[in-house]
């Protein structure tokens, strides 16, 4: 028999030796990471695998309110809306044209407190004229100035008629007067009322008839800057076109609406007057504090706009 030599210290072991080495170490690898993963399926510790994330328990619906859209940044912005055509307002129905203006004055006043607040209650531009020695001048001016009215003193003059010693003639400027005289009287008589705009004539168809007395009386009121309104108690009359050349802003009476007995005749009158502002563009009328005359002012203002009137104060007149 032949002895093999024992193998040499530092040869390789048997191949088969490594085989099952490599086997063993794979078959461990293997399990490791078997149960690490099912680790993970159950929640557990694991070092290779995530736990899955928890479905939350099944409950009622919740709805939330509504809140603004954001929109992320960038975003193209939103396109807006057309907006709707605005429905088309109907225009206001235009207003009547003016065809003519009237200024109503109310003659022989001072003599009526009462009177006057009936004058008062009707609230519209009406121009009250103060007799100079009526019982109730001043207060009847300053009353009607404190209520926004218009004030005229309502001078006496001298009348075909000689009517000097009648009611309501205290103060009258005569013919036979002196231009001094004259002058005194008017100037006596103003101060008496207060507060005027303006005179007209209280009776005086003698006097308004004589341009050189007029001219005399006319002065003073020019350097006062009065206007002054013919009451034109005769058709002879001057005192307009005298004073118009002075350069006195003056005005003649239209209508008289009270001057006839019957009163019923009022109301026709009253349309006789806006009938001729329409024809001219203005017209001046004059009546007195009857009772008949108020009422009908008092149920007629209405008229004014139905004949395309508009009633102002006597000033307004001599500027248009």
């Given at each position: 028999?032949i002895n093999k030599p024992p193998p040499k210290k530092g040869s390789e072991p048997w191949?088969?030796?490594?085989?099952?080495?490599?086997?063993?170490?794979?078959?461990?690898?293997?399990?490791?990471?078997?149960?690490?993963?099912?680790?993970?399926?159950?929640?557990?510790?694991?070092?290779?695998?995530?736990?899955?994330?928890?479905?939350?328990?099944?409950?009622?619906?919740?709805?939330?309110?509504?809140?603004?859209?954001?929109?992320?940044?960038?975003?193209?912005?939103?396109?807006?809306?057309?907006?709707?055509?605005?429905?088309?307002?109907?225009?206001?129905?235009?207003?009547?044209?003016?065809?003519?203006?009237?200024?109503?004055?109310?003659?022989?006043?001072?003599?009526?407190?009462?009177?006057?607040?009936?004058?008062?209650?009707?609230?519209?531009?009406?121009?009250?004229?103060?007799?100079?020695?009526?019982?109730?001048?001043?207060?009847?001016?300053?009353?009607?100035?404190?209520?926004?009215?218009?004030?005229?003193?309502?001078?006496?003059?001298?009348?075909?008629?000689?009517?000097?010693?009648?009611?309501?003639?205290?103060?009258?400027?005569?013919?036979?007067?002196?231009?001094?005289?004259?002058?005194?009287?008017?100037?006596?008589?103003?101060?008496?009322?207060?507060?005027?705009?303006?005179?007209?004539?209280?009776?005086?168809?003698?006097?308004?008839?004589?341009?050189?007395l007029m001219r005399t009386l006319l002065a003073p009121m020019k350097d006062k800057g009065?206007?002054?309104?013919?009451?034109?108690?005769?058709?002879?009359?001057?005192?307009?076109?005298?004073?118009?050349?002075?350069?006195?802003?003056?005005?003649?009476?239209?209508?008289?609406?009270?001057?006839?007995?019957?009163?019923?005749?009022?109301?026709?009158?009253?349309?006789?007057?806006?009938?001729?502002?329409?024809?001219?563009?203005?017209?001046?009328?004059?009546?007195?504090?009857?009772?008949?005359?108020?009422?009908?002012?008092?149920?007629?203002?209405?008229?004014?706009?139905?004949?395309?009137?508009?009633?102002?104060?006597?000033?307004?007149?001599?500027?248009?």
């Open positions: 028999m191949p088969a030796f490594n085989l099952i080495t490599v086997i063993m170490l794979g078959t461990a690898v293997v399990s490791v990471v078997t149960l690490d993963y099912l680790n993970s399926r159950k929640g557990e510790r694991s070092y290779l695998f995530a736990a899955p994330e928890a479905k939350p328990a099944a409950g009622p619906e919740v709805k939330l309110p509504a809140g603004p859209v954001l929109k992320p940044k960038g975003a193209p912005a939103a396109t807006k809306p057309k907006a709707e055509p605005a429905p088309t307002l109907k225009e206001p129905p235009a207003k009547k044209r003016i065809r003519g203006y009237v200024a109503l004055i109310v003659d022989d006043m001072g003599n009526s407190l009462e009177a006057l607040n009936e004058i008062l209650s009707l609230k519209e531009p009406i121009t009250v004229s103060v007799l100079p020695y009526s019982q109730y001048a001043r207060e009847t001016a300053r009353l009607a100035h404190e209520n926004g009215l218009e004030v005229l003193l309502h001078l006496p003059l001298e009348s075909l008629n000689n009517h000097d010693t009648a009611t309501d003639t205290e103060g009258m400027i005569m013919v036979a007067m002196s231009p001094n005289e004259i002058v005194q009287a008017f100037e006596t008589s103003l101060a008496r009322v207060p507060f005027v705009d303006g005179v007209n004539n209280h009776m005086g168809s003698k006097f308004t008839a004589d341009a050189q009065l206007l002054f309104v013919d009451s034109r108690t005769t058709a002879q009359t001057v005192a307009y076109d005298e004073a118009l050349g002075m350069g006195i802003p003056a005005l003649k009476r239209d209508v008289f609406l009270d001057a006839d007995a019957d009163r019923s005749r009022i109301r026709g009158r009253l349309i006789e007057l806006f009938k001729a502002a329409q024809k001219k563009g203005k017209a001046v009328g004059i009546c007195h504090p009857f009772p008949e005359t108020v009422q009908v002012l008092k149920s007629s203002f209405r008229l004014f706009e139905k004949y395309n009137l508009e009633a102002v104060p006597v000033s307004m007149l001599v500027r248009k």
